[in-house]
């Protein structure tokens, strides 16, 4: 299956006169053209692993294996927008000016419902609206994957609901791989293709999670269930 590939990865933290394992010995494929979301409590190693996964940190044991090309994008708990430049100039930083495919950013401006805000600034934007500025960013760099460490954990309920079919609803059109971190069982549910569930520095446990997205319904018993389970995972 391609996609990444992590073999044994290894992380410790010198913390004062202590030494600090964060992970242990993590393995996992993580599928091309999916949403893969770690799962599980603050502390348990979630962004650490993105970061490892993404490049922004190093393992201290363990391999990193990437089966379509190297090239990633990340999407954060804040928009981490440049409040001097509008939409346009927001989604294109970090471009090369002969990088710049003006019909293809136009494209991904509309793919996220920001056409008709494009010279806007971020002060003008609302949060959700921050937020769909800094996916298109990412989508713009056209990467391999994109790692989006608890995105919309700072919105406010019915925004992070908004947002989250909107990202279901870009990744349909888009076709693009993500790694998804969250705390939110519901939100996993919502938007993964796959689980896997963090404790305490490994992978407790991977769910897949098979049914359609468009048809996905909370209140269903078949995901209930699927929700009863992943709580007595996370309660052994």
Same mark, same amino acid.
């Given at each position: 299956m391609a996609g990444i590939r992590l073999i044994g990865l290894e992380k410790n933290y010198q913390?004062?006169?202590?030494?600090?394992?964060?992970?242990?010995?993590?393995?996992?494929?993580?599928?091309?053209?999916?949403?893969?979301?770690?799962?599980?409590?603050?502390? *348990?190693?979630?962004?650490?692993?993105?970061?490892?996964?993404?490049?922004?940190?190093k393992p201290d044991a363990g391999e990193i294996r990437f089966d379509t090309g190297h090239k990633t994008a990340f999407v954060f708990q804040e928009p981490r927008l440049m409040p001097w430049k509008n939409v346009w100039g927001n989604v294109t930083f970090g471009l090369r000016k002969e990088e710049i495919d003006e019909d293809a950013i136009h494209r991904i401006i509309t793919t996220v419902g920001l056409s008709e805000f494009t010279r806007?600034?971020?002060?003008?934007?609302?949060?959700?609206?921050?937020?769909? *500025?800094?996916?298109?960013?990412?989508?713009?760099?056209?990467?391999?994957f994109i790692m989006m460490d608890e995105p919309f954990a700072a919105l406010d309920y019915f925004t992070r609901g908004q947002m989250q079919k909107e990202l279901l609803r870009v990744h349909a059109q888009t076709g693009s791989s993500i790694?998804?971190?969250?705390?939110?069982?519901?939100?996993?549910?919502?938007?993964?293709?796959?689980?896997?569930?963090?404790?305490?520095?490994?992978?407790?446990?991977e769910v897949e999670v098979p049914m359609e997205k468009r048809q996905r319904d909370l209140m269903d018993n078949s995901f209930i269930d699927l929700k009863r389970k992943i709580l007595l995972l996370l309660d052994r």
């Open positions: 913390v004062e006169e202590r030494m600090l394992q964060v992970l242990r010995g993590i393995d996992l494929q993580i599928p091309e053209k999916k949403i893969t979301v770690l799962l599980g409590q603050s502390g *348990c190693g979630k962004t650490t692993l993105l970061r490892l996964t993404g490049g922004l940190e806007a600034y971020p002060s003008q934007l609302s949060g959700g609206m921050q937020q769909r *500025c800094a996916i298109a960013r990412a989508l713009a760099y056209e990467p391999s790694l998804f971190v969250t705390h939110s069982i519901d939100e996993a549910l919502t938007l993964a293709d796959k689980i896997a569930i963090m404790e305490n520095g490994v992978i407790k446990a």
